[in-house]
């Protein structure tokens, strides 16, 4: 009985172990991308650095609209605490600057989005946040 019960708890982590997969961020953001319906710019990862406040990333999607609304999508790679704390300094820069030249995007900045899986922090302002999250729980 000691076996069985042995036997089938490795197996059980084993199976545990193998299922756990990475994240392809670069296809997840793209995909989050193409759902938020706006033409948008792929930033390099020093421009993303600077403009979200975040000092290490190990890997990024950002893209931000090419018109002067609040819309955002970041798939980051690093440490979330330290990519968390970058985005929450980025929302009330943003939210003040709206404040003065557009203050109808606030409530869109008030609705964003922000999960950790794993070592990724997604970030997301736009208008389609409950499409963003099904593609989000799909990965």
Do not use: H, R
């Amino acid at each position: 009985m000691l076996k069985k019960l042995v036997i089938s708890i490795i197996t059980i982590f084993l199976m545990w172990g193998c299922s756990n997969e990475t994240i392809d961020i670069e296809a997840l953001s793209k995909s989050i991308y193409e759902s938020c319906n706006k033409e948008m710019v792929l930033l390099d990862k020093d421009k993303a650095s600077a403009i979200l406040f975040i000092d290490d990333i190990s890997e990024c999607y950002v893209y931000l609209p090419n018109d002067n609304s609040a819309d955002i999508v970041a798939v980051i790679k690093g440490n979330n605490s330290e990519i968390e704390k970058g985005i929450k300094q980025y929302i009330e820069s943003l939210k003040q600057t709206s404040a003065m030249y557009d203050p109808k995007e606030i409530t869109k900045i008030d609705n964003y989005l922000l999960v950790n899986k794993d070592d990724v922090t997604i970030f997301v302002i736009n208008d389609n946040i409950d499409n963003i999250e099904k593609i989000i729980k799909e990965q």
